[in-house]
């Protein structure tokens, strides 16, 4: 392994985002890869499947030695780390009246606990390894927020403010820190059926691997952030300039999804 090869550890390896992101990276050349989520069978295919060293974590990320037992992994696997891709993450639907604070903790828990915690164990190792990056995949749900995702908003606006002052502190230390705001990406924890299956609204819907490009831009070229697809900086534009416009518009609009989104769909965890 040379001194300034890529070692890029990526969790949520295991499908959507993830996956795609490790495949791409799979593509640079003399890269490492570490694969992190709780799927071990998928973690296993996948490592087998790339065309460069890949080994992986079976670990969920919300356990309490879990920093711990990835720091391990890389530890004994070099000790080196070049990329860090904090790409895990979950929603569940829920208006605020219904799942209360128990469904803003399981979010925070796993959106951004589990991503501090990492990144405080693996910090040290990062830094001894700069010029290195950060990228935490966030959501244009982390700018604008609408009824029943609330929660899972909460989440991803922590996570870009705290990344934002990561960012400034790091910088100096060579480790740079990136933001992806994915939009709508058809993926199994976000299936987007509902926009998928209506010629008006399939357009808007993306794909992991176009998220997976952005990851490199972010993570390997030093961009700050990265909005997927790049229109959606509209509305975090509209949210700025114009705010009672875009909540008036955001709430019709969520009102009626909500009243189509069946039991079982707001019900059912998106892990
Ligand atoms: N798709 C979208 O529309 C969209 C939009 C904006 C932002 N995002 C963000 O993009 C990221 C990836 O989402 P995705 O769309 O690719 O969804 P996904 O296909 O459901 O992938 C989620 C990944 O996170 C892993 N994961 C979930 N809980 C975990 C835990 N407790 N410990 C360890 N790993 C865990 C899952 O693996 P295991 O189940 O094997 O653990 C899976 O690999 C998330 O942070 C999401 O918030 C997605």
């Known amino acids: 392994m040379s001194a300034n090869s890529t070692v890029a550890l990526v969790t949520g390896a295991s499908s959507g985002i993830g996956e795609a992101a490790a495949r791409r990276l799979a593509r640079e050349p003399g890269v490492e890869l570490i694969l992190v989520a709780r799927r071990e069978e998928r973690l296993r295919a996948l490592a087998e499947s790339l065309p460069c060293k890949a080994t992986y974590v079976a670990v969920d990320l919300t356990d309490t030695d879990a920093p711990e037992r990835v720091r391990a992994h890389v530890s004994e696997h070099g000790g080196r780390l070049t990329l860090l891709v904090n790409n895990a993450g979950g929603s569940w639907r829920g208006i605020f009246g219904e799942g209360g604070y128990a469904n803003v903790q399981r979010h925070m828990e796993l959106n951004f606990d589990a991503v501090v915690r990492l990144v405080e164990a693996l910090l040290p190792v990062l830094r001894a390894s700069a010029p290195s990056s950060i990228v ?3 959501s244009t749900a982390g700018r604008v ?14 996570l870009i403010g705290w990344s934002d002052a990561l960012y400034a502190e790091e910088r100096s230390g060579g480790v740079h820190v990136g933001l992806i705001l994915p939009g709508f990406i058809a993926t199994e924890g ?12 399939r357009w808007i819907v993306s794909k992991p691997e176009r998220v997976a490009e952005a990851i490199v831009e972010t993570g390997l070229q030093g961009k700050a952030e990265r909005y997927v697809p790049r229109g959606y900086a509209l509305a975090a534009v ?3 300039l114009t ?3 875009v909540r008036r518009v955001l709430a019709g609009g969520s009102a009626a999804r909500l009243t189509t989104t069946t039991a079982a769909e707001a019900e059912e965890p998106h892990r």
């Open 136 to 138: 935490n995949i966030a």
């Open 145 to 158: 927020a609408r009824a029943g995702t609330g929660s899972y908003s909460a989440s991803k606006f922590a």
């Open 190 to 201: 976000f299936p987007a059926t509902e926009l998928r299956e209506k010629a008006l609204t």
């Open 238 to 240: 509209f949210r700025i």
């Open 243 to 245: 705010p009672g416009l």
